[in-house]
């Protein structure tokens, strides 16, 4: 009995720990686990308006003779421009509406067309951004000119080279074209229908007389700011908020980068590599560059100015020779954490979607949910599905549990003439119960059973749920429009509650007076925890409940006839 006192007091101070780490969160604090919250600064802070502008300092420092060497001594600085000088061009596909203005061709807006704000259904989400206060953009351009020399770079002046700026056909152009020290760069970028993945080519055409080794440089500069922190307060406190950088590599796999590490020169990452990708990940969205496979190129992630980083590549050409075209063709990502599309870009690139350490329960059992949604076409039903699966998975243990007790409740009259028996004498007691458990054949742990095999899944689901964008306002019926964020009413943390004090009537009273209280408590605990919780979960819960009492009020009904049948 002492051993399932622990378990339960284990449960119990779980509960109270969750609870409390979601109501920290709500308020705006710190999580008790994870990461701490990035810094809410914005670059607007800064004293210089180019800083805001441009999102790179104003240091203009000296080019590099060896451009691999060192990548933040050979990408320029910003000069300020003024608001009426910037020049932008807007192109539209059925998915995205990007913005890129012509000093650097840089992609200074993207609105993901399919996803709504979660505040305002009526407009586009919004993933990159140049304003006063926000900065997460993609840039691109060339480096490694002789000394006193600049080749095209993203604060070069380009030209839109290309006519169509929206989706006609299957696939949409769009070119830009800059020249400097006879260098000709042009960038194009490819952009088809339904995807979020753009084909992006560097052209590098050496229109001097003298042969040029320039390098291709690939970079996505943002702030800290965490955009969740302007909406609803977030349920989240594991791997799926993460946001900050990322590189990954065949040689040391997915490498995440916070901005705190990076502002303490902490961050770890592979330096150099001929493979993988890199990008900046926040929570449901991606911005990710996939350079050249099989090139080698330096990674940097480093801290621009105050509250502005950028994660960028730096790739060797080689060397051009006069009027000789060299193209180097990259991957650009700006969307969704769509798994199954990740995958398809780049190996490693579904990683951004975090699951923590259960990933080998969260993967399936997120492959089985999309598995079901093609059948039944809503994630709520989709869930109450999962569920019953699950729960049917787990019969066997289940009716075993229940079995247990329902033995135990029939044995509680001669639990408590035990107790009476004994008294204080804890010993004794002790073994006289162990002794008519085995006699009768009862297990005293089977009540605990399912409750702690089923929080590995339900902490996977918890993950899933937090972290698949596919759930991001996705309705299931009636009041529930959301099932990624809480319960706007509460009314499924309340069938929950109700759900689980139900469970206990049809469960034994412990004998011990601590364990009564501690089960008493459980309801309320576990469901104010759900007054935080994604509305998905606190649904595969109350279905869960409801199966649960359901067969244990069957077994038990069973059993009592056969303890009321004579034995012949």
């Not at 320029?76 to 421009?81: D, L, N």
């Not at 399936?364 to 076409?377: A, I, K, Y």
């Not at 019953?388 to 247990?404: D, E, G, H, Q």
Request: contains cysteine; hydrophobic residues 45%; charged residues 15%.
């Amino acid at each position: 009995m002492d051993i399932r006192r622990t378990v339960l007091l284990m449960i119990f101070s779980f509960s109270l720990l969750m609870l409390w780490n979601n109501w920290q969160i709500h308020q705006g604090n710190a999580p008790l686990f994870g990461a701490a919250p990035v810094s809410t600064k914005t670059a607007a802070t800064n004293d210089s308006p180019a800083a805001a502008t441009n999102g790179v300092p104003n240091a203009q420092p000296a080019p590099s003779a060896n451009p691999a060497a060192s990548t933040s001594a050979v990408i320029p600085g910003t000069v300020a421009v003024a608001a009426a000088q910037v020049q932008t061009v807007s192109v539209q596909t059925d998915v995205l509406k990007l913005t890129f203005d012509l000093q650097g061709a840089q992609l200074i807006r993207a609105e993901l067309l399919a996803f709504p704000e979660t505040d305002n259904k009526e407009v586009p989400f919004t993933l990159l951004e140049r304003t006063a206060g926000r900065t997460h953009i993609v840039q691109s351009g060339l480096t490694g000119a002789p000394a006193g020399q600049l080749y095209p770079t993203h604060l070069s002046a380009f030209t839109m080279v290309s006519d169509a700026s929206t989706l006609a056909g299957d696939t949409l152009v769009v070119k830009f074209a800059a020249e400097s020290e006879g260098v000709k760069l042009i960038k194009t970028f490819t952009l088809h229908r339904g995807q979020y993945v753009i084909d992006v080519a560097h052209q590098i055409e050496n229109t001097g007389t003298a042969p040029v080794t320039p390098s291709v440089y690939l970079q996505i500069t943002r702030d800290g700011i965490d955009p969740n922190q302007s909406s609803a307060p977030s349920f989240l406190s594991g791997p799926q908020s993460f946001i900050g950088a990322a590189v990954y590599s065949e040689q040391d796999k997915f490498q995440k980068i916070t901005f705190a590490e990076i502002e303490k020169h902490k961050a770890s990452y592979i330096k150099q590599a001929d493979n993988g990708w890199f990008g900046m990940v926040q929570h449901y969205f991606v911005t990710a560059w996939v350079p050249p496979q099989g090139k080698s190129r330096n990674y940097e992630i480093t801290e621009l100015d105050k509250n502005l980083f950028a994660v960028r590549s730096i790739e060797p050409v080689g060397v051009i020779n006069a009027n000789s075209t060299v193209t180097i063709n990259s991957k650009l990502w700006v969307g969704p954490q769509d798994q199954s599309e990740l995958e398809k870009v780049a190996p490693g690139l579904d990683l951004v979607v975090d699951y923590g350490l259960l990933t080998i329960i969260a993967k399936p059992v997120f492959s089985l949910m999309t598995f079901l949604f093609t059948f039944l076409g809503n994630w709520g039903w989709t869930i109450v599905a999962l569920t019953v699966l699950i729960k049917a998975a787990f019969y066997p243990l289940s009716a075993a549990s229940y079995r247990s007790m329902a033995k135990m409740k029939q044995v509680s009259p001669r639990l408590q003439a035990l107790k009476e028996k004994f008294g204080d004498d804890r010993q004794k007691l002790n073994a006289a119960m162990m002794e008519m458990y085995r006699t009768e054949k009862i297990n005293p742990l089977g009540g605990c059973l399912p409750i702690v095999i089923q929080i590995p899944v339900f902490i996977s689901l918890y993950y899933v749920l937090g972290s698949s964008v596919e759930l991001r306002g996705a309705p299931w019926i009636l009041w529930v429009h959301d099932l990624a964020v809480r319960d706007p009413y509460f009314i499924l943390p309340a069938i929950m509650m109700g759900t689980m004090f139900l469970q206990m009537k049809l469960n034994p009273t412990p004998p011990d007076p601590m364990q009564a209280k501690v089960m008493m408590f459980m309801p309320l605990i576990f469901g104010g925890m759900m007054f935080f919780f994604p509305a998905g979960l606190v649904l595969y819960w109350c279905v869960n409940n409801t199966l649960s009492i359901s067969q244990q009020w069957y077994i038990t009904q069973k059993m009592a006839k056969l303890a009321a049948t004579p034995h012949r």
